[in-house]
């Protein structure tokens, strides 16, 4: 579906995309993970074919977004990190106008509509203005009309950024679904969680490069332990954590240091723990639990993510 | 629902059998259920500034305050009175506000606040087909309120003949169009709207008070008079009132309307060029 080889994109002497390679085959999820700034968005809007490509090799859907891009437009779906609704139509009426945009006759537009208010579950809304919706209806709104033309492949960007915990879900059950329809899915997000269970397979973006790539399981295998011991001390704690850092340094694969605990890194984490208490210190709590995406974030450059 | 008609299955892409893109035309056909929504929702209100505000105009200023100009017909460029000298002045003063309202906070708002050109670039649209159907809903725009201009006159006797008033249809339409294109590309280059604001007050309203609408420009200082014959609404005011006193003249006409035709496609080509240098990035 996407094929991209030395992909470069430059603003002025700004490299926001620094030749990355990517290639997705059809039916799979795949994300952009990454800091901000990572040149998440720059990515997919060079994919989207809107924005013209500065280097390297872009091929979406076989063709070239430079020579095709309202052949390739017309067969993508794509949800942008902001939104662009028409906040003055009502909310059936800015799926009705998108769907023409495709050329779709306007029988079908209305059919196709009326489903998909129903997919998003915002079917008693139709005929709400826009401007009235609430942050996680307006996403789903957004996607919605991302599907209006039966898209090959999906584009969405940073889709729950922003939205109540509640709302997340329903928007991933939706992205669930269209996936078990054999819907290409790509999509860049901030939350590990969302990457964990949405993504087949993850690129992790930092400063316009790749610096890790594989699905969520591999890329824990490969940057973390299988299991974390997670220490909190009182903060009457000399020098704080950092300083605890030292005392244990040995007992674990890595230490990594939170302003508000220690992480230890290492394969049983109960063990760890036992030479923890061994060595005479007494944490506040302790957790012990398995690495998640989120250990590899703190292990790879793209930490200011989960600060 | 259920879930096999949500999306297309995957196809496997076929780079041989890329079809070819849509043209031009197309696409700007496939934007006018967009635009007759806009219509819908705006049109009362732009009736009755297309309809009362010019009435008080002529009234105020034709009717009454003319009441006490006691000119001869060789002094307003050949018009009977003075009533009959300044409503074409006024109708294209209006055309000329329509043209620039459609496109100024609105596009300003397309890029910036509601994205909605954002949105449609996403689409199989392209920024030509995107500014064309703008235009042209524009156009239409100009002509309702064009139409409904010159009926709320044809009372007051001030439309020499009829095929004059007919013919001033589309050449006032083209007068607002040449103002539209070109307040196009200069608002979609712009970063801010606070030089909107600025553009109205030195170029928008100057041009509608000095430029021969509500008195002939060679009253004016001869520096000036020359900066007014330079303005589009001058050109456009003359053609005008031509059409609406009978006093049409072939060679001066042609120069008028090639006027206003370049600089409708200057505008036009230069919205583009702008427009995808903002979006297209
Ligand atoms: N139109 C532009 N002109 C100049 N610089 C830009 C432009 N768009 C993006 N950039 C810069 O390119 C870099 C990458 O931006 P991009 O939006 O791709 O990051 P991102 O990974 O999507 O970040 P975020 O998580 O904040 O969405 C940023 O430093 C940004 O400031
Ligand atoms: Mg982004």
Redesign the pocket.
């Known amino acids: 579906m996407i094929s991209a080889r030395g992909l470069r994109?430059e603003?002025?002497d700004?490299t926001?995309?620094d030749g990355i390679d990517l290639d997705v085959p059809a039916g799979q999820a795949f994300g952009?993970l990454?800091?901000?700034?990572?040149?998440?968005?720059?990515?997919?809007?060079m994919i989207a074919a809107v924005s013209p490509v500065s280097g390297g090799e872009l091929r979406v859907l076989g063709m070239d977004p430079a020579t095709h891009g309202p052949q390739i437009r017309a067969r993508l779906g794509v949800c942008p990190?902001d939104d662009t609704l028409d906040v003055e139509l009502n909310v059936r009426d800015n799926l009705l106008v998108y769907g023409r945009y495709f050329g779709l006759p306007r029988g079908e537009v209305r059919d196709r509509a009326d489903e998909l208010l129903e997919f998003v579950q915002l079917t008693d809304k139709a005929k709400a203005r826009v401007d009235d919706l609430s942050g996680g209806m307006k996403r789903r709104l957004t996607i919605a009309r991302s599907l209006i033309n039966r898209p090959d492949l999906l584009l969405l960007?940073?889709p729950t950024t922003g939205l109540d915990p509640q709302a997340r879900h329903v928007l991933w059950d939706r992205l669930f679904r269209l996936k078990a329809q054999g819907v290409t899915l790509v999509l860049?997000t901030?939350y590990m969680d969302e990457a964990e269970q949405l993504c087949d397979r993850l690129v992790v973006?930092d400063k316009?490069r790749i610096v890790a790539d594989g699905s969520p399981l591999d890329l824990i295998r490969t940057h973390s332990t299988r299991e974390v011991t997670e220490l909190r001390f009182g903060v009457s704690v000399d020098g704080g954590h950092a300083a605890l850092a030292d005392q244990v340094a040995d007992l674990a694969d890595r230490v990594e240091v939170l302003p508000d605990r220690l992480l230890l890194y290492s394969a049983q984490g109960e063990e760890t723990l036992a030479k923890v208490h061994e060595r005479g210190l007494q944490p506040a709590a302790v957790l012990v639990r398995r690495s998640t995406l989120e250990d590899v974030f703190l292990h790879l450059p793209g930490r200011s993510l989960v600060d | 629902m259920s879930s096999t008609d949500t999306a297309n299955p995957t196809r496997t892409p076929s780079p041989a059998a890329a079809p070819t893109a849509p043209s031009t035309r197309e696409l700007v056909a496939r934007q006018v259920d967009y635009w007759w929504r806009v219509y819908l929702r705006t049109w009362h209100g732009t009736l009755a500034s297309s309809f009362l505000m010019p009435l008080l105009y002529v009234v105020a200023i034709g009717v009454l305050l003319g009441g006490y100009i006691d000119s001869d017909p060789d002094q307003l460029a050949g018009a009977p009175s003075y009533l009959a000298f300044v409503v074409p002045g006024m109708i294209a003063g209006q055309v000329m506000t329509v043209g620039v309202s459609e496109t100024s906070w609105p596009v300003m708002s397309g890029i910036k606040w509601q994205k909605v050109y954002v949105g449609q670039i996403a689409t199989p649209l392209t920024v030509p087909s995107i500014v064309l159907a703008q235009l042209a809903f524009v156009a239409f725009r100009l002509l309702v309120a064009v139409a409904v201009f010159l009926l709320v006159l044809a009372p007051f006797g001030v439309l020499a003949t009829w095929w004059g008033a007919l013919l001033a249809v589309p050449v006032l339409i083209l007068v607002g169009l040449a103002f539209a294109a070109v307040c196009f590309g200069f608002t979609a280059g712009l970063d801010s709207d606070t030089t909107l604001t600025v553009i109205y007050r030195v170029a928008i309203l100057p041009m509608f008070l000095f430029s021969g609408a509500f008195f002939p420009v060679s009253q004016l200082p001869a520096v000036l008079e020359w900066l007014a014959k330079a303005t589009p609404l001058w050109h456009g005011v003359s053609l005008t009132r031509m059409l609406t006193t009978d006093t049409l003249a072939g060679g001066q006409a042609l120069v008028h309307l090639v006027y206003l035709g370049a600089l409708a496609a200057f505008g036009t080509w230069w919205a583009v060029r702008r427009l995808t240098a903002k979006l297209v990035?």
């Open positions: 994109k603003f002025g700004f926001a995309v952009f990454g800091p901000i700034g990572a040149g998440k968005s720059s990515s997919m809007r990190q960007d940073e860049t901030h973006m316009g | 990035v």
